[in-house]
C-alpha cells in the first residue's frame, strides 16, 4: 500500500484517517485511525499540510490520545520552524532539540 498517499487529520491530539470518497459538497469524512473507535469529523479539505475547518466532530474515543505520535510530529514541526530562522544545518538543529527534550 501506498503510505505516503494517504492524508492524516490531526485533532485534540487524535488522529483520523479519510473514509471514502468525498460526497456531492465536496464535504470529506474522516475516521480515527484507531480499529472500532467511533470517534470522526468532516471536513472540506484535504490537503496535506493545511490547516482545515472542522465541519462536524464526534470527539469521543475509546483509548487515549497518543503523545508519542504528537510528540514526534510537534518535534517535526520545531525542527522546521527552528530550521527556517536559522543559518545552523539541520542536523545541528535536530541534536539540540533532543537534549532538550532530556
Ligand atoms: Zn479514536
Redo the contacts with the bound molecule.
Sequence with gaps: MDRKGAPQLHFNG?FYRINGKPNKDGKINWR?V?TN?S?ACATYNSNIGQEVLLVSLKDI???ATSPTKLYNLERRRKIRTKAENSDERPRKIINELDDNYE
Design positions: 487524535q480515527c484507531v473507535c470517534g474515543h475509546n483509548h
